[in-house]
């Protein structure tokens, strides 16, 4: 399996560094650009493959398995992926989905600095430094996965205003949804609890969110 996804992409114009152990991506994720995971692996569980990698790296990462589930596909997503993609699935929409998590990571490297050239917002507690993409909430330090620290900026970078569900996923997954947002939905729900701020995020029903006012006042 690794080697025909391998030959694959590489067909595709990818240099690939393969691994077919989950210790083997431990060992390599550092020399990755996007690092695409199987669940089902002959030492480790992809799931913990993901959370490993995603406490000491914020490289795209994406499933890529036969387990096809709305519990596996809603876990990988909460453990910090950027996407999951069911097998099987066509050489190119696999390019596809490769290329757009790459273009969507290298787009926010350059785009964050030039939106705030003192590279630190603070909204009431709330401290976000954009460059060095490092959050504090009373001084203390918290952990985001890639996509949640995306999805805070967005959202801080207008404060008071409400930020519609299509907007925040074409920011920050690079695509609009017809209907589902599900995805959203569970990065929200691990940003509010990390965060630890009930009243720093508000849903509007059916339009999106926003910072609540007396955040943005502050």
């Not at 299509?166 to 947002?181: F, L, N, Q």
Request: glycine share 8%; with cysteine.
């Amino acid at each position: 399996m690794v080697r025909a996804v391998s030959k694959d992409l590489q067909e595709a114009g990818f240099d690939v560094r393969a691994a077919a152990t989950g210790a083997g991506a431990l060992a390599r994720h550092r020399e990755a650009d996007v690092v695409l995971l199987e669940v089902s692996l002959p030492d480790l569980d992809g799931f913990q493959v993901c959370q490993r990698i995603r406490s000491r790296s914020s490289v795209p990462i994406i499933f890529h398995s036969v387990k096809a589930t709305e519990r596996d596909r809603v876990l990988g997503l909460k453990l910090g992926a950027d996407d999951y993609v069911v097998k099987p699935c066509g050489t190119w929409e696999l390019a596809a989905r490769v290329e757009a998590v790459l273009r969507r990571a290298r787009v926010a490297e350059v785009r964050i600095p030039r939106q705030d050239r003192g590279g630190v917002a603070v909204v009431g507690p709330l401290r976000v430094d954009l460059n060095q993409r490092q959050v504090e909430v009373g001084g203390r330090k918290v952990p985001l996965t890639y996509k949640e620290f995306e999805l805070l900026r967005v959202l801080i970078e207008r404060p008071g205003h409400v930020v519609s569900r299509a907007e925040i996923m074409h920011k920050v997954w690079g695509y609009t949804p017809e209907s589902d947002t599900r995805t959203l939905g569970v990065h929200m729900v691990s940003l509010r609890r990390k965060l630890a701020l009930p009243s720093l995020i508000e849903t509007v029903r059916g339009v999106g969110y926003r910072i609540t006012s007396e955040f943005a006042a502050g």
